[in-house]
């Protein structure tokens, strides 16, 4: 790790605004409404689990974001900035136990750094250099560096193992939250269903998918569901 987790977690921020701020411009930055409440309500119940992964993530500026957009997509920067995609939601009819699993999923990621070890591997290879200095430059230099940054922190994909842990992270957390962990499956399903002869959308570009990762999802399944049933269950509401 090259790069201190602090100045990911301002990198990303930096990003995570610039993103919401020209969502704004467009229209199509969603804050309020059904489906952002929807959102929220699952994001708090997961976000209150993390904790047992480790300490500091009561310390975090938590944040959520609804982008309304045809895109397949949703991320989690590093410091705990959820973003989502209306057209996932929509496009796949999730329920909320699958918006739980991918949220999970994400959340996960950000708990466990894999953005701030991506970013570090670029820089020690000097594919990224400067970032920091950048960053404290000008707030156009800062907007560039950042956004340098998020194509390692977010978009480029992550490592097998990196993805295993976040599978495994993710599935507890939303079972925890009082989530069915089988909708990682489902979701799963209906996403290859969704992309079957079609071009791979940007969320599957960054994540392993077809049949072996189905495999692997449910061999975690004796492990995270007995938490599910020991766990208090959302209630139910309609947005």
């Keep these: 790790m090259v790069v201190s987790s602090a100045e990911v977690d301002r990198l990303s ?7 919401n701020q020209k969502a704004k411009e467009k229209n199509i930055l969603v804050s309020s409404g059904p489906a952002y409440d929807r959102l929220k309500s699952i994001s708090n119940r997961l976000i209150q689990q993390t904790s047992i992964f480790r300490d500091d993530t009561r310390d975090w500026n938590w944040q ?25 939601v929509e496009q796949l009819n999730l329920t909320d136990d699958e918006i739980a699993a991918i949220m999970g999923h994400e959340i996960a990621h950000a708990l ?13 290879q000097s594919a990224v250099t400067n970032i920091a200095l950048a960053a404290a430059g000008s707030y156009g230099s800062a907007i560039s560096a950042a956004n340098q940054a998020a194509q390692y922190i977010l978009v480029l994909p992550n490592s097998r193992q990196n993805e295993s ?3 495994a992270i993710g599935l507890e957390l939303a079972a925890r939250a009082g989530y069915n962990p089988q909708a990682a499956i489902s979701v799963w399903k209906k996403m290859i269903r969704a992309t079957d002869g079609k071009a791979s959308p940007e969320f599957l570009s960054t994540h392993p998918s077809g049949e072996t990762r189905i495999e692997q999802l ?21 947005y």
């Design 13 to 19: 921020a930096i990003s995570y605004n610039e993103q």
């Design 64 to 88: 959520l974001t609804l982008i309304n957009a045809p895109t397949l997509n949703a991320t989690c920067a590093p410091g705990g900035k959820i973003t989502f995609y209306s057209g996932l």
């Design 112 to 124: 466990r750094e894999h953005g701030r070890e991506r970013l570090s591997q670029a820089m020690a």
């Design 165 to 167: 842990e976040a599978d």
């Design 218 to 238: 449910t061999v975690l399944m004796p492990t995270v569901e007995p938490l599910y049933l020991n766990a208090q269950k959302p209630s139910l509401k309609k």
